[in-house]
């Protein structure tokens, strides 16, 4: 049995050793990184210089692994960020910017408030860009298994807009996830969407607004943004209502929700358009209900997460002067991601695949829930409320 002296030396190790290895295998992929970023045609003194000193942050992968989009609630979310400020600030960017805005309504067909509403979203009206070393950040996820494809891509990209000039090594600072400026564009966004709308002979996405708000526009334009239509709506289920059609993969015609029972928040009448519609119920049947049409596929590409492309479309609302949200956060509260992971291990030994074990409710444990909920003859909203969950125990157990 060791003497008593030893132990800090034997923790010490143990604890080391986990860091010490997952540095290593960092500098591995590091020198891996720079061969593919050579392959792929950077210049080999530009790849040794910028990562040359290179290094791994924690708390990217941290802050990857808890997006709020995965672990917050829908109201949880919305409530954070449709707020009485950011509402304000918006309306007074429209005030000071509205010439600017309504002459890219002009050139590309992107009204203002949605412009306003991704630009607060993102930085919150270039009140906080984010001081992360972009090169750090995206080296980081490059070599940390999740999402490597497309961070070896955004490194890529970065690395040739240093080549031609268009980004300088003292602007690569920004988001965690290496976004950059007040829009919070990918390097990879930027080399292909970003315009010198203010006739400055560069492009400044962090200093320049019309710059930054031009290059949203003209993303949202390449995208397909239809200038003739809202990104959707809230709108009210009947008691009747039969859950048929759900999801962005289920769209129909207005007409036939219309015929379903779906009337719009305010009990009116859908609007009498030729239109597809998609029916999202991000906290199932008992919280709000949202049609949205094919501009929300849009903001979709911009992050794809349901979240945060509703709260893009609620926010424009609101600077819009449209009223709140009618619906109200459910009584009962949502389930505890504990509680959630038992659901989804009941589901799994149920025969029903619910992604990752990991206690979030994301697309494919909503679809798990949802086939569970249409085989028993229960409304199939796919959500997971603490009586379905009780269940799907009781029945797995």
Not at 173 to 186: E, K, P, V
Not at 210 to 220: G, I, K, R, T
Request: contains cysteine; proline residues 7%; negative net charge.
């Amino acid at each position: 049995m060791p003497c008593r002296s030893r132990w800090p030396v034997l923790v010490a190790l143990l604890l080391a050793a986990p860091a010490s290895a997952a540095a290593g295998s960092f500098e591995q992929c590091v020198t891996g990184l720079r061969t593919e970023l050579e392959a792929k045609g950077r210049d080999p003194e530009l790849v040794d210089e910028t990562l040359g000193e290179v290094e791994r942050l924690e708390r990217v992968v941290d802050r990857d692994r808890e997006q709020p989009e995965l672990v917050q609630t829908f109201w949880a979310y919305l409530d954070a960020r449709v707020t009485d400020g950011r509402i304000a600030r918006g309306r007074a960017m429209m005030e000071e910017h509205g010439r600017l805005l309504w002459q890219l309504y002009d050139t590309y067909g992107v009204s203002p408030r949605y412009l306003l509403a991704l630009w607060g979203m993102e930085t919150h009206y270039g009140r906080y860009f984010g001081e992360t070393p972009v090169i750090d950040a995206m080296a980081t996820l490059a070599c940390d298994g999740r999402r490597e494809a497309f961070f070896r891509q955004e490194l890529n990209a970065t690395l040739a807009l240093l080549e031609s000039g268009r980004l300088e090594h003292d602007e690569l600072r920004g988001s965690w996830a290496g976004a950059i400026g007040h829009t919070q564009f990918m390097p990879s966004t930027l080399r292909e969407h970003a315009v010198d709308y203010d006739g400055s002979g560069s492009i400044d996405l962090r200093t320049s607004v019309p710059d930054a708000l031009a290059s949203a526009a003209n993303y949202l334009d390449a995208m397909g943004w239809d200038p003739a239509f809202r990104w959707g709506r809230e709108v009210r289920l009947t008691e009747a209502f039969q859950f048929k059609h759900l999801g962005l993969d289920e769209p129909q015609s207005l007409a036939s929700w219309q015929r379903q029972g779906i009337r719009r928040a305010d009990g009116s009448d859908l609007p009498a358009a030729d239109l597809e519609a998609a029916l999202l119920l991000p906290m199932g049947r008992h919280g709000p209900a949202f049609l949205v049409y094919d501009n929300f596929r849009r903001l979709l590409r911009w992050n794809h997460s349901i979240s945060y492309a509703l709260a893009v479309g609620v926010l424009a609302d609101r600077i819009d002067g449209q009223p709140p949200l009618r619906a109200e956060p459910p009584e009962e509260p949502p389930p505890r991601r504990t509680a959630l992971k038992a659901g989804q291990e009941a589901l799994a030994a149920l025969g029903y695949d619910p992604g990752p074990v990991d206690g979030l409710l994301g697309p494919a444990t909503r679809a798990a829930v949802r086939a569970y909920q249409q085989n028993r003859n229960l409304p199939a909203d796919g959500y997971p409320d603490r009586a379905l969950l009780e269940r799907l125990r009781e029945e797995a157990g």
